[in-house]
């Protein structure tokens, strides 16, 4: 088991990226340096699928804000405990701020909010992961970003779905019940729940240029996007838990319909 926290300086994102290295290489996932500028870098990795034609393509991403540590965290805990579906393509972006992440700020070296920067595109981290999925001939089907919610005492998803796909938050969010509380009452983060612990929202930003990687890639490609959000009112270990039960859900789901035809 991984125990990095807190990932609020150097050595613990160092440790963190070398030790999420190997449980990736162990996963049949390829390196691929998506960004560096100067002790600061960013690696995406991935893995084809093993069917012929295409195959269902799921976006895993963490650590887009430097403040919210227990993405990345669940992210590596996730890899060691399971294997991945031969019949998906995998995109894994475990730490999107590194940055920030090594200065425990939410914003980037540069003062910018990554996650409200997919419009304007100011920051060289989002440039470069737009970059990388415009010269791809498909996007993601399924899109999984992991997050923290400081003001929050229960876990909540945010759901987008361009894609028609069969909506499946509900079960997600029934597996996580012996967990971790939800987030039972609203408004959350200005919006009202459609249901305990669930906000279903449209494809468009509630700030006009302060895109969030969700929404830039939701207006782009037909797909379905969930965005969890872990309690910063418990301890780490617990929204570590409560995000890592979700995302096993998530992505059993997603194995399941890849299977049975996406």
């Known amino acids: 088991m991984s125990h990095f926290f807190p990932l609020s300086d150097a050595r613990s994102v160092n440790r963190f990226e070398e030790k999420f290295a190997l449980v990736a290489a162990g996963r049949g996932l390829i390196p691929e340096r998506l960004w560096e500028s100067g002790e600061d870098k960013i690696t995406l990795w991935t893995r084809p699928s093993a069917v012929e034609g295409p195959a269902p393509c799921l976006f895993l991403s963490a650590g887009i804000h430097g403040d919210e540590p227990c993405g990345p965290e669940t992210l590596l805990r996730f890899l060691e405990d399971h294997p991945l579906s031969t019949a998906c393509e995998w995109v894994v972006a475990p730490l999107l701020n590194p940055s920030g992440m090594k200065r425990g700020t939410r914003e980037n070296r540069d003062g910018i909010d990554l996650n409200r920067d997919f419009y304007r595109k100011e920051s060289g981290e989002v440039r470069a992961l737009t970059s990388w999925w415009e010269a791809r001939e498909r996007g993601c089907d399924l899109h999984v970003s992991l997050h923290e919610d400081w003001e929050t005492s229960g876990l909540y998803l945010y759901e987008i779905n361009t894609g028609g796909i069969a909506s499946f938050a509900g079960r997600v969010l029934d597996s996580i019940r012996g967990t971790v509380a939800l987030e039972g009452t609203g408004p959350v983060d200005g919006h009202e729940l459609s249901a305990p612990g669930l906000i279903l929202h449209a494809a468009e930003p509630d700030e006009e240029l302060g895109w969030p990687e ?10 379905l996007s969930l965005t ?9 270990h617990s929204r570590t838990a409560g995000l890592l039960a979700a995302l096993t859900t998530v992505v059993a789901e997603a194995e399941a319909m890849a299977t049975d035809g996406f």
């Open 228 to 236: 969890l959000e872990g309690a910063g009112g418990i301890d780490c």
């Open 214 to 223: 969700a929404i830039w890639l939701a207006k782009r490609y037909p797909l």
